[in-house]
């Protein structure tokens, strides 16, 4: 079983930077490709980017990609998604999951274990 906690979040600028993470507990955490995701009020939960296990290989949803990455330090169990040249219509709150799955999966009901999500926020 995998445990995961966001943090970071926060209120930034236009045009400004943010790094999440999540930190995750339990002994298979290498087992588990890593997905980002966002909910913004009155819509539904979508698929941000995923990164595999090992690390090497990321996929981003084509609104972010550019701007966001995601990386993962396997020995200290946590994954990262940095966050760049942000828009207002990036706000949400963020949450990452875990799957076990090998395939790139950007469904939320494919991801098994969720975090409690933080909140971002870009405004003026």
């Known amino acids: 079983q995998v445990q995961l906690m966001e943090s970071g979040g926060g209120l930034v600028q236009p045009g400004g930077s943010l790094t999440l993470s999540c930190a995750a507990s339990g002994p298979t955490f290498t087992n588990y490709a890593v997905g980002w995701f966002r909910q913004a009020p009155g819509k539904e939960r979508e698929f941000v980017g995923r990164i595999d296990r090992n690390g090497g290989t990321q996929y981003y949803t084509q609104s972010v990609k550019g701007r966001f990455t995601i990386s993962r330090d396997n020995a200290k169990n946590a994954v990262f998604l940095q966050m760049n040249s942000l828009k207002p219509e990036d706000t949400a709150v963020y949450y990452c999951?875990?799957?076990?799955?090998?395939?790139?999966?950007?469904?939320?009901?494919?991801?098994?274990?969720w975090g409690q999500g933080t909140q971002v926020t870009v405004s003026r």
């Open positions: 999951a875990a799957t076990n799955s090998i395939l790139v999966r950007t469904t939320d009901r494919e991801y098994t274990y």
